[in-house]
T-cell receptor, first 114, second 112 residues
Framework: AQSVAQPEDQVNVAEGNPLTVKCTYS??????LFWYVQYPNRGLQFLLK??????LVKGSYGFEAEFNKSQTSFHLKKPSALVSDSALYFC????????????FGGGTRLMVKP | NAGVTQTPKFRILKIGQSMTLQCTQD?????MYWYRQDPGMGLKLIYY???????DKGEVPNGYNVSRSTTEDFPLRLELAAPSQTSVYFC???????????FGPGTRLTVT
């Protein structure tokens, strides 16, 4: 079975500082990994994905994520946080042995303070 | 290009009532999904479809039904609504099973 964990319910960071939102996963086959962002009263928006290739993946709005196979992690990062980055972030994983289901983590609320 | 649209945005149901949540996508995606999001929780997959006429259960299918008669539409039917079905429902679509899903704006459902 595939699973994903986001160990932090909330991450607080000052504007201009780097941010990291953590994600670890468990799959039996090769992982396909995604990050989504959700603003209040909105649907999820795709940020970036790892399918194969370079371990460092760049996405929308200056976000990037690093795939680490040995640590089974896919942490989301941004060099300089903006107040407008404040939102709910979801990590998701699909196991290439597990058919069509995408499993989401519980979400991490990012609060960027001016 | 509207993407994924959902209606209604909000609905209040009484226990035992039924309703259909509508979902339409205009991206010609084969894959469509229904999720529910409970407060403070992640998304749980209710049903999904890999093409017109083909549907399958997700993680939490009980109390729901779906159909997929066209590529564009994937309605979710709630029969005999229960308070446990109070949630926000999201429809999503993707071009292939490997790639990112595009989400609709959601339907906030309250069952009292």
């Amino acid at each position: 079975a595939q699973s994903v964990a986001q160990p932090e319910d909330q991450v607080n960071v000052a504007e201009g500082n780097p941010l990291t939102v953590k994600c670890t996963y468990s799959v039996s086959g090769n992982p396909y990994l995604f990050w989504y962002v959700q603003y209040p009263n909105r649907g999820l928006q795709f940020l970036l994905k790892y399918i194969t290739g370079d371990n460092l993946v760049k996405g929308s709005y200056g976000f990037e994520a690093e795939f680490n196979k040995s640590q089974t992690s896919f942490h989301l990062k941004k060099p300089s946080a903006l107040v407008s980055d404040s939102a709910l972030y979801f990590c998701a994983v699909r196991d290439d042995n597990a058919g069509n289901m995408l499993t989401f983590g519980g979400g991490t609320r990012l609060m960027v303070k001016p | 290009n509207a993407g994924v649209t959902q209606t209604p945005k909000f609905r209040i149901l009484k226990i035992g009532q039924s309703m259909t949540l509508q979902c339409t996508q205009d991206m010609n995606h084969n894959y469509m999904y229904w999720y529910r999001q409970d407060p403070g929780m992640g998304l749980k997959l209710i049903y999904y479809s890999v093409g017109a006429g083909i549907t399958d259960k997700g993680e939490v299918p009980n109390g729901y039904n779906v159909s997929r008669s066209t590529t564009e539409d994937f309605p979710l039917r709630l029969e005999l609504a229960a308070p446990s079905q109070t949630s926000v429902y999201f429809c999503a679509s993707s071009g292939t099973r490997l790639y990112e899903q595009y989400f609709g704006p959601g339907t906030r459902l309250t069952v009292t």
